[in-house]
T-cell receptor, first 111, second 115 residues
């Protein structure tokens, strides 16, 4: 299995632009998580889905952030408009039962 | 609400020596999972070891073992025969077995391995 796949691995954009991060979970996993990691705030859970349904989005910082999971094999995290304080590493993770596997992360830089 | 606390922001260990990383948690649940994840400079999060709360026996994976004290809500990670490749951030995490699929992570401990 290829593991959790995230794209792009690196994204540099300018303030105000729309950013879309993509994730392909491991086949057969029924839960998907989006995390954000920064030096200041550590690892934060933004949102998670179970069977493609958003269960808890209380970690989404503001309305500029949105996430979708149209099917079991694909999810997106969108930031519109982006701001410099959104610069971070964004991880996608998937799980089946208890074990959670992380993707390699997307390093986002907003100038 | 469940919380996970790692009180050691940074630790150092001499190569081939043993080091213990601390983790405490708070929960009202009786059954749950606990994990240690490793994040090397590559930033890939790697599962090191897990412990089911209903099991009294401490989990072991090669050089990695845990000391699980359920009553004290403590879950420490012991790394034996430390190697240079063990240098990384280590995160303790908690997940209940029912009700929610959320994983609660600690703030991490940066481990340095000295040659």
């Amino acid at each position: 299995d290829a593991g959790v796949i995230q794209s792009p691995r690196h994204e540099v954009t300018e303030m105000g632009q729309e950013v879309t991060l993509r994730c392909k979970p491991i086949s057969g996993h029924n839960s998907l998580f989006w995390y954000r990691q920064t030096m200041m705030r550590g690892l934060e859970l933004l949102i998670y889905f179970n069977n493609n349904v958003p269960i808890d989005d209380s970690g989404m910082p503001e309305d500029r952030f949105s996430a979708k999971m149209p099917n079991a094999s694909f999810s997106t995290l969108k930031i519109q408009p982006s701001e410099p304080r959104d610069s971070a590493v964004y991880f996608c993770a998937s799980s089946f039962f208890w074990e959670q596997f992380f993707g390699p992360g997307t390093r986002l830089t907003v100038l | 609400a469940q919380t996970v606390t790692q009180s050691q922001p940074e630790m150092s260990v001499q190569e081939a020596e043993t080091v213990t990383l601390s983790c405490t948690y708070d929960t009202s649940e009786s059954d749950y999972y606990l994990f240690w994840y490793k994040q090397p400079p590559s930033r890939q999060m790697i599962l090191v070891i897990r412990q089911e709360a209903y099991k009294q026996q401490n989990a072991t994976e090669n050089r990695f073992s845990v000391n699980f004290q359920k009553a004290a809500k403590s879950f420490s990670l012991k790394i034996s025969d430390s190697q240079l490749g063990d240098a990384a951030m280590y995160f303790c995490a908690y997940r209940a077995t029912s009700g929610t699929y959320k994983y609660i992570f600690g703030t991490g401990t940066r481990l340095k391995v000295l040659a």
